[in-house]
Structures are given as C-alpha cells and as structure tokens.
C-alpha cells in the first residue's frame, strides 16, 4: 500500500465511521429502527400540554424562541452532512493517483546489460530489473525507467552528444531522475582524473552510479573514488556499485569476460545497490506534487 494515500483512507474510514454512528443514533432516537416507547422531547411535552389546557399561543415579538432540542433533526443532520463529506473528500484523495516518476539510465555497456560472452544483451537487463522492482514497490505505471546508455562510450561523448544516440548534455534528459554510469571507457582511454571530475561536475546527475570491479588492467577504482569525490561535492546520492561487488565472495567469477557482470549479477547490482538508493528519491519525488 502507498504511503502517500494511507492517511486519507485511515481518515475515510473514520468518517464514514461517524456518519454512520450518528445515522444510526437518529434512527433510534425517532423508532425508526427500535420498537417501543421513547421518552417525550422538551418540545413534545410543551406542545402537548398546550393542546390540554387549550394554552394561547406566543405573541411573535414575545422574543420566545424555540428550544434546541425542538429541532429534532438539524444536529444529527448536520453532523451527517460532515461526516459524509468528509468521507468523500478522504476518498477522492485515496483514489488520486500518485504522480508519476520518470528515471532515466545513461551510461556504458554496463547500464545497458552488455553479455561479454554473447556479445549481446542479457535476458534481464539492469533497466527492465529496475522497472520490474519500481512495478513491485509503488504499483504499475507509477514509475517508468528508460534506458539510454550506449556500449563503448565514455562520459566525453555524452557530454558532447556524439556517443551515436543521444544530443548534446543535457538535451536528452527528460526525467524526474537521472543516473548516470561512465568510468570504465574513460578509464580504458585513461582520461585524465582531473577533466573526467570535470565532465562528472558538469553532467551533474541526480545519482551517480559507481562502475563495477574488472579483472582485465584498467585503472577503474581511481576513477569510482573521483565519482565519489564529485558526488560528495554536489550532495547527490552515489549506488556504489563498485564497494558492494567487491565484498561479494569471488567476484571475479561473476564477470563473463573479466569486464561485463553475467545475466544474474546485473539483476543483483540492481536490487541491492541501485534500487535501494533510488527508492527514497522515487518517495519524495511523488509526494512533490
């Protein structure tokens, strides 16, 4: 169940509740549930005496006026109407839909789910993980997760637009959240630390994802500490990728060509790293509306 909608429908309850109570306590008030003989009304009994002893009625500008408890029905009418309002009113919030979230992954050919093996796509990609989960968390629809990361690539080249899919940074965005995962290629081609915090610093994300442990020789944790760095610069959340497969035991193994994690450590990267860093951000994005 929704965060965002649970108040509203504890409220609904609790209206509803009160309007029926009251409804009901009328209905017994006036023996239109209950048999038997209730007592008379203050009202009731002056009336009635009236009529006995034949009484002249007030003058109008006697001043006299008509007892609370002469107008049977207007409080538990009332109360009625509020709690009956109320209850619509919690309801109609209960069934407004939660705002919808967008997330977007930009990267290499670790965001896209690159199969070093296969030279393809796995079967369960790191953006349909993602969307399967965020479908499990907040219901379907409520969040949609695009993909548009490009094997091969480096942070240059998305930064420039020439990375063969995406337009010049930040063009291409068109999200509530974006993620970010280049490090390996620009490790690859040993971009210098300092220009690759600078690229970082002016894709500025709202995540940025660290890369994952290779095997093969490139220089690929200085450049996840520069992430890091950056991240910390800028108060953005970090899925350190790179920390948590490293406590995994041999996971080495893991990669299919020294480089690429295998169909199920894409799955696992993205339930115990990405996922659980962008669920909060995903909360406060709807409750933004």
């Not at 970082?200 to 290779?214: C, S």
Request: with cysteine.
């Amino acid at each position: 169940m929704r965060i965002v909608v649970a108040v509203p429908l504890v409220l609904a309850i609790l209206a509803v509740t009160l309007a029926l109570g009251w409804g009901v306590r009328w209905l017994i008030a006036n023996r239109l549930i209950v048999g038997g003989v209730r007592p008379m009304t203050e009202c009731e009994v002056r009336t009635t005496s009236r009529r006995l002893v034949r009484a002249q009625p007030r003058a109008e500008n006697s001043g006299h006026r008509r007892p609370w408890s002469c107008l049977p029905m207007t409080r538990h009418v009332r109360t009625f109407l509020l709690g009956a309002s109320l209850g619509l009113a919690c309801m109609t919030a209960w069934s407004t839909p939660a705002r919808l979230v967008r997330i977007q992954l930009f990267g290499d050919s670790t965001q896209f789910g690159y199969d070093g093996k296969t030279d393809k796509q796995v079967a369960h990609p790191p953006a349909a993980v993602l969307q399967s989960l965020m479908d499990a968390r907040f219901g379907a629809g409520a969040v949609v997760v695009t993909e548009r990361a490009v094997p091969g690539t480096a942070s240059a080249q998305l930064l420039a637009g020439t990375d063969g899919r995406n337009k010049p940074w930040p063009q291409e965005v068109d999200a509530d959240i974006v993620v970010v995962n280049h490090a390996l290629n620009d490790a690859y081609t040993k971009v210098p630390l300092k220009t690759y915090a600078d690229q970082l610093r002016r894709l500025h994300p709202t995540v940025y994802e660290t890369p994952n442990p290779v095997t093969v020789g490139w220089p690929s944790p200085a450049y996840a500490r520069v992430m890091r760095q950056v991240a910390a610069e800028q108060h953005a959340p970090v899925a350190d990728v790179e920390t948590w497969m490293r406590a995994q035991p041999h996971w080495q193994r893991h990669l299919t060509d020294g480089l690429h994690p295998d169909d199920a450590t894409y799955g696992e990267i993205v339930r115990h790293v990405l996922m659980p860093t962008l669920e909060p951000l995903v909360v406060a994005a709807q409750a933004a509306r």
